[in-house]
């Protein structure tokens, strides 16, 4: 077991999702910087599926009941393991009631805690993730919260230690491409004019994002579209003008028109952005 001493200030589990449930209206949601996510799995040794710990902006705080092998990943929190400094993207090794902690993120969103051998608490659907919008799967983690741990894995850590990028507070570009319902904007382009700037509506659905500078994405006319599907990082346009890109609990279906689609190798960089960070889309057609 793995007991949470603390929780931060939203942690929950997360896995690779649960795909294959949309004919029941439920979406696969899962890690949201599934690269991270992957990577802390890979420094213990899991297969790259194997359920962690995502923690919004850190706080986190851990006490191991067995010697255990951890690794954090995603935004650069201060590590410390049992009042001893570590480097984020290294395999951490705690003895018998050792702790690990988590200090807060000065850039970047989410960071990922894996365990040699992932956390097993009950699957729903087949997936250990918590889906926030359907709300199913594990609850988020509390003050007292006790998670088992899984059988190691046969594979040993490969490496001490991974180098990663910095994540930064300046400006994100991400590719996207227009449609399917640009046609029902007077001048679509506008969606990469200028910047637009992370509100503060922010969660693992989306990042509603306001203008910064440039001109306002105009729609033709209002009117709502036959409900369809909606995949993992639509551009979505409410009547308000301010684009919603869909992260990894979003809605399936929607009736509002997408302008555009984010490039699948770009969702895992909105899922790190801030609240007043700057967004730049920049087109791939």
Do not use: K
């Amino acid at each position: 077991m793995v007991r949470v001493v603390s929780p931060g200030i939203f942690s929950t589990i997360q896995d690779r999702g649960r795909p294959g449930w949309f004919h029941a209206g439920v979406g696969v949601s899962g890690a949201a910087d599934r690269a991270s996510f992957a990577l802390a799995n890979r420094l213990v040794g899991n297969d790259e599926s194997a359920a962690a710990i995502e923690c919004v902006l850190g706080g986190l705080c851990v006490e191991v009941g067995e010697p255990a092998v951890l690794a954090v990943t995603g935004a650069p929190v201060p590590i410390s393991v049992d009042g001893r400094a570590e480097p984020p993207a290294s395999v951490l090794y705690l003895r018998r009631g050792g702790r690990l902690r988590l200090g807060m993120a000065a850039t970047g969103l989410r960071c990922y805690l894996a365990v040699r051998g992932g956390f097993e608490p009950a699957a729903v659907l087949g997936s250990r993730s918590r889906d926030t919008l359907a709300g199913i799967g594990p609850e988020p983690l509390e003050a007292g919260t006790e998670l088992p741990v899984g059988p190691p894995p046969r594979r040993w850590p490969e490496v001490a230690f991974a180098p990663v990028p910095p994540m930064t507070a300046d400006v994100v570009e991400v590719r996207m491409w227009f449609g399917p319902r640009d046609d029902r904007f007077l001048r679509p382009g506008d969606l990469c004019t200028g910047t637009w700037r992370v509100s503060t509506d922010i969660d693992r659905v989306g990042v509603r994002l306001d203008r910064a500078d440039g001109p306002p994405l105009i729609r033709r006319d209002a009117a709502e579209l036959p409900t369809e599907g909606m995949p993992l990082g639509a551009i979505q346009v409410p009547p308000s003008g301010q684009p919603v890109v869909f992260l990894a609990d979003h809605p399936i279906t929607g009736g509002y028109p997408v302008v555009g689609t984010v490039v699948d190798a770009d969702v895992d960089r909105l899922a790190q952005v801030r609240p007043g960070q700057l967004v730049r889309f920049r087109s791939e057609r």
